[in-house]
């Protein structure tokens, strides 16, 4: 089978080949010792293993985490349209209307930080679950708020739920697809998710205008509910350490015996694996050289797009006159862009990760993923110019759009290259080392936003985008570069996690 072929050897350095299942090889040599009650996978085509279900059941939890993933996103997209009418009803001045927004991107910085970790002791399934239903419950609460107070503290509390998509997903896709299907993955992954920003600020739009703002909340509310129930018959655990506990807890049932895996074989107690494994982020991003690296460059990407889009409504309805449902539907332009990036870009990083890995004589390493962030870093500057410019001298509208379209589709390819990196070079902690690269992002997705007036009202969108887009050029053009000739030697200079 396909995916036997590509379950190889793993190694961190750049002469790696593709991972296999954590044990085996090693637990494989224990057993050869005589160790027969130490359980790990029944050969390379154990059909057990994630990387061997069927593809139906992997795309349908992909399908289905991607559908978690256009919930976060809207949540904050769908609410833009209907700040002024929030406001209204809460007594609330413009910044403080505002921080009801950027707020719930704040919460994406908190929640992958304790969620990923949690979701390496008790496994992917259970965590994204609670996450969703803790979501769906904050959000609806944030419906009903009639104080400022209560919506910031829903919000904060609802995006922490949402954040299960940041926690979850990549790890997900690394438990299930092999490194040589991972471009395909992200197509799908990636696409609906992005769907967010366009459809969310149109349905906002409509349903604040007809029904009112509440419900903008609680329509997601139901959709979330609907997923979450799907999710408790669809969605299988795919961490393969979970996997092979509950095979040895089986065994030792059944016959008796002291089966164990390797996971099982240290002596640490649940509280202390627990406590490890919640500070696993933070000490990954203060000892991991690449992991800063990686994060500071997604940070930058990140902050740039939300600060676009914070002000991107405003510049349809007071320099264009467009109405808000109007407005909303510029957002289109930016969703082209994305699903051009997530499904040229992922079959590409496919396509040349097969090509390196000839290459090299069947070797693999996770800066084959880095060349796909050349043509990223050179269409955002280049979107940034388009978009500024073009608005700032009141060009026809499709010609903003076209630019806000390039932006997001270097954003995306950027992203999808940098994920795909962690996600390689990582592997053991996948879900520690995502939330790791995704905290800065996450902290400037928040503050950029709140000079994005300010900057344009002092500089214009022309000048204001130029000078986004030349510091890019400064930080950005170096990046794949730096990762293709210094990765490997920044990877080993980290101090190895437990």
């Known amino acids: 089978m396909a995916a036997q072929e590509d379950i190889e050897k793993s190694s961190a350095g750049p002469g790696s080949v593709e991972p296999v299942p954590d044990s085996a090889n090693e637990t494989d040599s224990k057993k050869e010792e005589g160790d027969p009650y130490l359980v790990t996978w029944n050969g390379s085509d154990d059909p057990e293993h994630p990387y061997n279900w069927p593809f139906f059941r992997k795309w349908a939890i992909t399908i289905l985490l991607s559908n978690g993933g256009l919930v976060t996103l809207m949540s904050g997209a769908m609410l833009a349209p209907a700040l002024e009418s929030i406001s209204a009803d809460l007594g609330t001045g413009e910044e403080e209307t505002q921080i009801f927004l950027s707020i719930f991107v704040l919460a994406f910085a908190f929640g992958p930080m304790v969620l990923s970790p949690l979701a390496e002791v008790f496994g992917r399934r259970p965590v994204w679950i609670l996450s969703s239903c803790f979501y769906i419950l904050w959000n609806t609460v944030a419906g009903f708020s009639r104080t400022p107070g209560l919506m910031i503290a829903s919000r904060i509390l609802s995006g922490i739920g949402a954040s299960a998509e940041f926690a979850i997903t990549n790890p997900v896709l690394s438990d299930c697809w092999i490194p040589s299907q991972r471009g395909v993955s992200f197509t799908i992954s990636t696409f609906i998710p992005l769907l967010g920003p366009a459809i969310g600020p149109i349905i906002g739009g409509a349903v604040s205008q007809s029904i009112g703002w509440r419900w903008t909340f609680w329509i997601l509310s139901i959709y979330d509910g609907l997923l979450v129930i799907i999710a408790v018959f669809l969605f299988r655990e795919t961490y393969e350490v979970i996997i092979l506990n509950r095979r040895a807890e089986k065994l030792r049932k059944s016959t008796g015996n002291p089966y164990y895996t390797e996971s099982q074989g240290a002596s640490e107690t649940l509280s202390s694996r627990v406590g490890g494994a919640l500070t696993r982020p933070i000490r990954l991003?203060?000892?991991?050289?690449?992991?800063?690296?990686?994060?500071?460059?997604?940070?930058?990407?990140?902050?740039?797009?939300?600060?676009?889009?914070?002000?991107?409504?405003?510049?349809?309805?007071?320099?264009?006159?467009?109405?808000?449902?109007?407005?909303?539907?510029?957002?289109?332009?930016?969703?082209?862009?994305?699903?051009?990036?997530?499904?040229?870009?992922?079959?590409?990083?496919?396509?040349?990760?097969?090509?390196?890995?000839?290459?090299?004589?069947?070797?693999?390493?996770?800066?084959?993923?880095?060349?796909?962030?050349?043509?990223?870093?050179?269409?955002?500057?280049?979107?940034?110019?388009?978009?500024?410019?073009?608005?700032?001298?009141?060009?026809?509208?499709?010609?903003?759009?076209?630019?806000?379209?390039?932006?997001?589709?270097?954003?995306?390819?950027?992203?999808?290259?940098?994920?795909?990196?962690?996600?390689?070079?990582?592997?053991?902690?996948?879900?520690?080392?995502?939330?790791?690269?995704?905290?800065?992002?996450?902290?400037?997705?928040?503050?950029?936003?709140?000079?994005?007036?300010?900057?344009?009202?002092?500089?214009?969108?022309?000048?204001?985008?130029?000078?986004?887009?030349?510091?890019?050029?400064?930080?950005?053009?170096?990046?794949?570069?730096?990762?293709?000739?210094?990765?490997?030697?920044?990877?080993?200079?980290?101090?190895?996690?437990?």
């Open 285 to 498: 991003l203060l000892t991991q050289p690449m992991l800063q690296l990686v994060g500071f460059f997604l940070a930058y990407n990140f902050g740039i797009l939300y600060l676009v889009l914070s002000t991107f409504a405003t510049l349809w309805i007071e320099r264009y006159g467009q109405t808000q449902t109007q407005s909303g539907l510029n957002y289109i332009a930016l969703v082209i862009g994305y699903t051009i990036a997530a499904q040229v870009g992922g079959r590409l990083m496919d396509r040349l990760w097969a090509y390196l890995k000839a290459k090299a004589g069947n070797n693999t390493a996770p800066e084959y993923r880095v060349p796909l962030m050349i043509p990223g870093a050179i269409l955002i500057p280049l979107g940034l110019f388009i978009y500024g410019w073009t608005a700032e001298r009141h060009t026809h509208w499709i010609v903003p759009d076209i630019g806000i379209a390039i932006l997001g589709c270097g954003i995306i390819n950027n992203t999808q290259s940098l994920q795909a990196y962690v996600m390689d070079a990582y592997r053991e902690y996948v879900a520690s080392a995502s939330a790791a690269s995704q905290f800065l992002r996450s902290i400037t997705g928040f503050a950029f936003p709140i000079f994005a007036p300010a900057m344009y009202q002092a500089l214009g969108y022309g000048w204001g985008n130029s000078v986004l887009a030349l510091t890019f050029v400064v930080i950005g053009w170096p990046a794949p570069f730096i990762l293709w000739r210094y990765g490997a030697t920044l990877r080993a200079m980290g101090k190895k996690q437990r």
